[in-house]
């Protein structure tokens, strides 16, 4: 069974993909405790693949994007198997992960990765985005895991905070062929 914590329709806000109406899927629980972290991701239901599969289409009908979010949507033994169900529903998958849990995903998986305590060589290497959380400084380090990857790397200012926002600017500017401002643009509209 799967670890849910909530499931709905809405656009994504953020990164390559902004914009674009998505079926959010949040599985329960992270492997990682950041400080800063804002998301509740508490178990709220346990469900089958099946089922979810099922609230995907009742959620978004023929939306072909599915977004796996959590927490850590990874860390959950079953993810594969509904990335696989999900898959052969005709839906499109992103995942959302801190690249901390190594698994292998179809090619046609987008992934985001957003590393924060620890990272796997295999998940910097798999990523088709990269997004780095600007919190009080740029968290540079990260970014030799990903060197040679020609894939976007968003610095997103944590809480939208001014002088995280320019410190993310400033960085972005000295790196312009590399990094670029990564902004939650849904929360600006007030959106989930
Ligand atoms: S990895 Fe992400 S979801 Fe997990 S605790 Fe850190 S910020 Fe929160």
Avoid at 52 to 72: D, F, H, K, Y
Avoid at 75 to 93: K, N
Wanted: aromatic share 6%.
């Amino acid at each position: 069974m799967l670890g849910l914590a909530e499931s709905f329709y809405s656009i994504q806000g953020e990164g390559t993909w902004t914009g674009t109406p998505a079926v959010f899927v949040r599985l329960a629980g992270c492997n990682l405790n950041c400080r800063f972290c804002d998301t509740d991701f508490s178990l709220r239901a346990f469900a089958s693949v099946e089922s979810v599969v099922a609230r995907v289409s009742e959620l978004g009908g023929s939306c072909p994007t599915v977004i796996l979010t959590g927490g850590e949507p990874l860390a959950q033994r079953e993810s594969s198997a509904l990335i696989d169900a999900l898959r052969a529903d005709g839906r499109r998958v992103h995942v959302e992960s801190n690249g901390s849990v190594a698994v292998d995903l179809p090619p046609d998986v987008w992934l985001t990765v957003s590393p924060k305590e620890r990272l796997d060589p295999r998940m910097a290497a798999r990523a088709n985005e990269v997004k780095l959380i600007v919190d009080g400084r740029v968290p540079s380090e990260w970014l030799e895991a990903f060197a040679g990857r020609d894939v976007p790397t968003f610095l997103q200012p944590e809480g939208n905070k001014p002088a995280n926002v320019a410190l993310a600017i400033d960085a972005a500017k000295a790196s312009p062929g590399r990094l670029r401002l990564g902004l939650q643009t849904h929360k600006f509209i007030g959106v989930r």
